[in-house]
């Protein structure tokens, strides 16, 4: 059986962050954040991303990694968040992917 991934699409703000930590909990997974804007580092608020709280302890991958004033693509986030999803799977566990923004997932 091929490794699986579960991606939750939806709607600003229509749940799919705690969506994803329930899944993950469900599943024994990790998150990677698939937002094209939660990469950036110091951006928060204005992001909407986790909290430590709103993660309830499971791992959260792609989050606060860039710094604003770098330039990030599709394909420069596929090159950063595929080898965590081959380590996830690696490790037994299941990728979820929450905020999947379309192109960013055509890459994956």
């Known amino acids: ?61 792609m989050i606060a990694v860039a710094d604003p004033a770098e330039q990030w693509s599709a394909a420069r986030y596929a090159r950063a968040a595929v080898p965590i999803v081959d380590d996830i799977l690696r490790r037994g566990k299941r990728p979820i992917l929450p905020e999947c923004w379309r192109p960013i997932l055509l890459c994956l």
Do not use: W
């Open 1 to 61: 059986m091929p490794p699986k991934v579960i991606c939750v699409v939806g709607p600003t703000a229509s749940g799919k962050t705690k969506m994803g930590v329930a899944l993950a909990k469900t599943f024994d997974g990790e998150v990677v954040s698939v937002d094209s804007m939660q990469i950036y580092r110091g951006m928060a608020i204005g992001t909407a991303a986790p909290t430590a709280e709103e993660m309830e302890n499971v791992p959260h991958h």
